[in-house]
């Protein structure tokens, strides 16, 4: 397995991870709809629009932050496979929020595994290699419930 499957498939286990424990005081957030193509910059920005909310509320709520760059890395994608035609951004703006999210809960596999697939695709590998790293350190303390 390439170094770019193996990070998309640690960004789809991300993804379903993303609504894991969340740190003391956090408010539940919605995951961000990855199914949906945003024909228009305006229907992205409403789809955003929750973790805007919540950044404008708390600077600090890490799963704003972790879903802002599942946002951005899902519009850099559309752009990148020529689905939408705005999105040229999404790539080093979905990095930005996602070391954000570690800078302030550096605990959630979520974001280590986004991350691992963010380093991959701008060809940082050094830095996709420390994030797996990372991601298997934290991975390990997760407890994990018994039959």
Do not use: N
């Not at 709809?33 to 024909?39: A, K, S």
């Not at 496979?81 to 040229?88: M, N, Q």
């Amino acid at each position: 397995m390439t170094a770019r499957a193996l990070a998309a498939v640690l960004t789809g286990v991300a993804m379903v991870l993303g609504g894991g424990i969340m740190p003391a005081g956090a408010t539940h957030l919605p995951p961000f709809d990855i199914t949906r193509i945003y024909p228009t910059e305006a229907a992205f920005q409403q789809a955003i629009r929750p973790y805007l909310d919540a950044l404008a509320a708390d600077a600090r709520h890490p799963r704003a932050h972790y879903w802002l760059a599942i946002a951005y890395l899902h519009m850099h994608r559309l752009h990148r496979f020529r689905l939408i035609d705005y999105g040229s951004r999404g790539l080093p703006l979905a990095v930005e929020a996602a070391q954000k999210a570690v800078e302030i809960d550096p605990g959630f596999v979520g974001t280590w595994a986004a991350l691992i697939d963010m380093y991959s695709l701008t060809d940082e590998e050094q830095k996709a290699f420390g994030a797996s790293q990372k991601l298997v350190e934290v991975g390990r303390r997760i407890p994990v419930p018994l039959p």
